[in-house]
Every structure is written in C-alpha cells, then in structure tokens.
C-alpha cells in the first residue's frame, strides 16, 4: 500500500506557512513504514528539533483504479478518518530552500499517524466534514472539508492519472491552520465531526 498526501490544500494554512496556492494539488508520498497505527505512540525523532502535527482527513480507497474519472470517484473508498501528517518542520525548511525532495521531513517512520476508520454511510457529505485537533485538552486545529481547495473527489482522479489506486492505499488531504510543534508527553486527539477516532501520545 501507498500513502499519498496533498499539501496545501487550505488557503489559511497556505498562508501561515507563507505558501503560495496552486492551480492542481500538490502531491507527495510517504511508503508504508510511516504508518503509525491507532493507539501507537510515537518517539520524538532523534533528527528534529521541531516536529509538527497537521491533523487531516484521511480517505481509505477500496477500490484499484486508473485514470479515474472525477464523476466516479466516490466509488474508489469506502472509509474516513483523520490522520497526522508529522512533518519535521526545521528539515523541511532546509530542504525547500535548497529545492530539494522532502522525504527525510515526511516521510519518516511513524511520520503518518491514522486513527480508527468510520465507514462511510450516505448521511456522511465528505465536503462538509468538521475535524478539530487537541493538543493535551486544548483545540489547536479546527477545520472543515469544505475549506478544501481540491475536493477527496477531485484528489482522487488527479492521483489516478499518475500513479494506479490500489485498495488500502490511503490519501491524506491536507490540513488547516493552526500547525504548531509538539513535545515529549503531549497528547494529540484527533475528533470527526464531534466523535473522537484518534489519539497519539509523543514519547
Ligand atoms: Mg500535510
């Protein structure tokens, strides 16, 4: 399996990172050893001085498909949850400045933490979806997934152009202001739309 993420994909998180927006979404990816599964804690990497969370929707494909037409996205995945795009903040300033790959900032062992997936029903609107992040009880993220840019359907059929969706793959949509560092001890709690599916504790 894969996990493909998109960057940028909220104007205000755009903007405190001093990003400018995109006409297509910005893609990378993170191989299968990133996953942090649910209830895992995650060490503080040795290589960082300053390790942030993103909270994100995290859509599960259920289906393989190629060239996927925006139309018929909905039919490639069945499952929703959030997710922490961990991302080594001060390596990734390096790297961008320099013009180089970001790999080593996230796509790090541990560096994608998922919560427990909700299978998705026809009273859930996947474009009109809050999530909020706490950091040790206190709300640091809030978003909705009708501040997306690029809608899950329309992410969907842009990765199917280049890269073949396989079932499991995940796709991490990106995430609102409110990035921040974390520290050894805090607790991160990841709530969608209200109910609580995630929970990382930073050892
Ligand atoms: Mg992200």
């Known amino acids: 399996m894969k996990i493909i993420c998109v960057g940028r994909n909220y104007a205000d998180h755009a903007k405190e990172l001093k990003n400018d927006l995109t006409t297509e979404p910005v893609l990378f990816m993170k191989p ?44 490639y995945y069945d499952a929703i949850s959030l997710g922490i795009d961990f991302t080594a903040r001060d390596l990734q300033r390096e790297q961008q ?75 991490f949509t990106g995430t609102p202001a409110g990035v921040g560092p974390v520290a050894v001890d805090d607790k991160l709690e990841g709530y969608l739309s209200g109910e609580k599916v995630l929970s990382v504790a930073v050892k």
């Open 97 to 171: 400045k320099k013009g180089l790959p970001w790999e080593i900032a996230k796509a790090f062992d541990g560096s994608a933490a998922v919560g427990t997936f909700v299978p998705l029903t026809e009273d859930i609107d996947v474009d009109n979806l809050s999530f909020r992040l706490d950091k040790n009880g206190e709300a640091v993220q809030n978003g909705n997934t009708s501040d997306m840019i690029f809608k899950v359907n329309n992410i969907i059929a842009y990765c199917s152009k280049f890269f073949t969706l396989n079932i499991g793959d995940l796709i």
């Open 32 to 75: 299968k050893t990133a996953i942090l599964l649910p209830h895992k804690p995650l060490y503080y990497p040795e290589f960082t001085d300053d390790l942030h969370y993103e909270c994100e929707l995290v859509v599960k494909i259920s289906s393989n498909g190629k060239y996927i037409q925006e139309k018929f996205a909905h039919k």
